[in-house]
């Protein structure tokens, strides 16, 4: 009975760590959302202003080219700012810890939200381009770094729900930006540099309030060597002060790894060990932007407006289309300790593969059959249902699971390298293949949905309710290092872990 009280108390969400969650979440992933959104909206206005700013300079309007190709170029700097700040995920937390490095990151939102809030008045485009570079940064930093912080935060049991919260704020701020980029609100001529200057009030906010929680207990006891303030560290997480299994199991972590030492990128793609945890990164990070969610949401108001939906009413249906993506990412957070990763990873991208399949139909079909257009946005709402349960908040969650201390920072680079750079080439290429291949084009799309959901049946294991150590004596056997210089190996067999967390 008094076993059962200690697991309970270890597993229970405190209200440190609640609220440590939520001011990372909100002070990071939001903005993430929020700056994907933004610039949607008032995308009109703003290339006007774009046109009345060059007009000013040089006394005539800029050509219809060279306008597509600046427009261009300020959507694709978020994405290509996220591939760079994926890049420097590694040297970042390493050298700043995790609570460090998202305190850190601040810097790439609210500089970027000062400038982009006084572009107009300061009659520079210039300064718009270069803060969603800037605001890219921080989005590629903080869709890493959040994960691997709340994930090491967390105990076991509550692992899971909490590494959904990232993603359930980063559909909040992609709602909130869709909300305030209404015309009668902020997408209007004279609203748009606010709209686009909001990003910095959460970074504000998160400087101000994270110096006050723990940094990762994990980084303090195993990169640190600091197993006081890791210690204090879980007694202020978990409200109590019998935290010795809980450093038990991490200790064991780091005597595990401590043969391999630093596991940098290159030194990742050379370990047999970290075989399969590489591939299903890889396969779920690219599969998960690869899918078509950017498309789906590019087709939407045009599936809108094919079934009738009037044209000044399109903005509500895309907001509300956005709260549907919230409230299901928000039961993820409560059914990913009840079904499992894998399950959910299975379901939303059979669900996303059936609703392209049967979008590619009725699209195909609108012009010929009058109640068609209606189906087309059930399956945009099913896409977004499916993607949202699993696909879109798992494969970060999995990245912190199936990886040790020492190689974790190093697969949060690779992850989130693939995931910024399918989501630009996504962006890239998807007009080409609309325009090549018309209503067909989702066919591609459920192609990668049914080639990824093959892979997680055939090899992605369930990681619920289990200890990193546990999780990662499963792919020891997978990857069949236990004769393949052991001790030059991440991981080695190990006896069961018996930690009471």
């Known amino acids: 009975m008094e076993q059962q009280d200690q697991s309970m108390k270890e597993g229970r969400l405190t209200l440190v760590l609640a609220l440590a969650t939520l001011i990372a979440a909100f002070g990071s992933s939001f903005q993430y959302g929020y700056n994907v959104a933004a610039v949607n909206s008032p995308a009109v206005y703003m290339q006007q202003f774009y046109n009345e700013t060059y007009r000013d300079r040089t006394g005539e309007f800029i050509e219809d080219f060279p306008l597509t190709l600046l427009w261009?170029?300020?959507?694709?700097?978020?994405?290509?700012?996220?591939?760079?700040?994926?890049?420097?995920?590694?040297?970042?937390?390493?050298?700043?810890?995790?609570?460090?490095?998202?305190?850190?990151?601040?810097?790439?939102?609210?500089?970027?939200?000062?400038?982009?809030?006084?572009?107009?008045?300061?009659?520079?485009?210039?300064?718009?381009?270069?803060?969603?570079?800037?605001?890219?940064?921080?989005?590629?930093?903080?869709?890493?770094?959040?994960?691997?912080?709340?994930?090491?935060?967390?105990?076991?049991?509550?692992?899971?729900?909490?590494?959904?919260?990232?993603?359930?704020?980063?559909?909040?701020?992609?709602?909130?930006?869709?909300i305030f980029g209404l015309r009668n609100l902020l997408a209007n001529e004279d609203g748009w540099p606010i709209l686009l200057g909001l990003t910095g009030v959460p970074a504000a906010l998160q400087l101000v309030l994270l110096p006050f929680f723990p940094e990762s207990p994990r980084y303090l006891l195993i990169q640190k060597k600091d197993e006081a303030a890791a210690k204090q560290a879980l007694k202020t997480l978990r409200g109590w002060?019998?935290?010795?299994?809980?450093?038990?199991?991490?200790?064991?972590?780091?005597?595990?790894?401590?043969?391999?030492?630093?596991?940098?990128?290159?030194?990742?793609?050379?370990?047999?060990?970290?075989?399969?945890?590489?591939?299903?990164?890889?396969?779920?990070?690219?599969?998960?932007?690869?899918?078509?969610?950017?498309?789906?949401?590019?087709?939407?108001?045009?599936?809108?407006?094919?079934?009738?939906?009037?044209?000044?009413?399109?903005?509500?249906?895309?907001?509300?289309?956005?709260?549907?993506?919230?409230?299901?990412?928000?039961?993820?957070?409560f059914?990913?300790?009840?079904?499992?990763?894998?399950?959910?990873?299975?379901?939303?991208?059979?669900?996303?593969?059936?609703?392209?399949?049967?979008?590619?139909?009725?699209?195909?079909?609108?012009?010929?059959?009058?109640?068609?257009?209606?189906?087309?946005?059930?399956?945009?709402?099913?896409?977004?249902?499916?993607?949202?349960?699993?696909?879109?908040?798992?494969?970060?969650?999995?990245?912190?699971?199936?990886?040790?201390?020492?190689?974790?920072?190093?697969?949060?680079?690779?992850?989130?390298?693939?995931?910024?750079?399918?989501?630009?080439?996504?962006g890239l290429i998807f007009p080409f293949i609309q325009e090549g291949l018309g209503p067909y084009s989702f066919i591609v799309f459920a192609v990668i949905c049914l080639l990824t959901t093959i892979y997680i049946f055939l090899i992605v294991p369930e990681t619920k309710a289990k200890t990193f150590m546990e999780i990662n004596q499963i792919f020891t056997k997978m990857n069949k290092v236990s004769e393949v210089y052991p001790e030059k190996e991440e991981l080695k067999e190990l006896p069961p872990v018996t930690s009471e967390q």
Request: charged share 10%.
């Open 72 to 178: 261009s170029l300020t959507v694709s700097m978020f994405p290509f700012g996220g591939f760079i700040g994926s890049l420097l995920v590694g040297p970042l937390v390493n050298k700043f810890g995790r609570k460090g490095a998202l305190l850190f990151n601040n810097i790439f939102s609210i500089v970027p939200a000062i400038l982009m809030g006084c572009s107009k008045v300061a009659k520079s485009f210039e300064l718009i381009i270069i803060s969603r570079l800037l605001v890219g940064i921080c989005a590629g930093l903080s869709s890493n770094v959040v994960p691997m912080y709340l994930g090491e935060l967390a105990p076991k049991n509550l692992r899971g729900a909490l590494g959904v919260v990232p993603q359930l704020f980063i559909t909040v701020g992609i709602l909130v930006a869709q």
């Open 241 to 333: 002060d019998s935290v010795d299994a809980e450093v038990a199991e991490i200790r064991q972590e780091d005597e595990a790894e401590k043969a391999a030492g630093f596991i940098s990128v290159l030194k990742l793609f050379r370990m047999r060990s970290l075989r399969w945890q590489l591939i299903s990164i890889i396969i779920l990070m690219g599969g998960q932007q690869l899918s078509g969610v950017n498309a789906i949401y590019y087709y939407a108001d045009q599936i809108y407006l094919s079934a009738g939906v009037k044209e000044e009413h399109v903005q509500y249906v895309t907001a509300g289309t956005g709260a549907v993506n919230v409230v299901m990412t928000f039961c993820a957070v």
């Open 335 to 426: 059914v990913v300790e009840l079904l499992g990763r894998r399950l959910l990873l299975l379901l939303g991208f059979s669900i996303c593969l059936t609703a392209c399949c049967v979008l590619t139909a009725a699209l195909a079909l609108q012009n010929t059959v009058s109640w068609m257009p209606y189906i087309s946005i059930v399956c945009v709402i099913s896409y977004v249902v499916g993607h949202a349960i699993g696909p879109s908040p798992i494969p970060a969650l999995l990245i912190t699971e199936i990886f040790l201390q020492s190689s974790r920072s190093s697969a949060f680079m690779v992850g989130g390298s693939v995931h910024w750079l399918s989501n630009f080439t996504v």
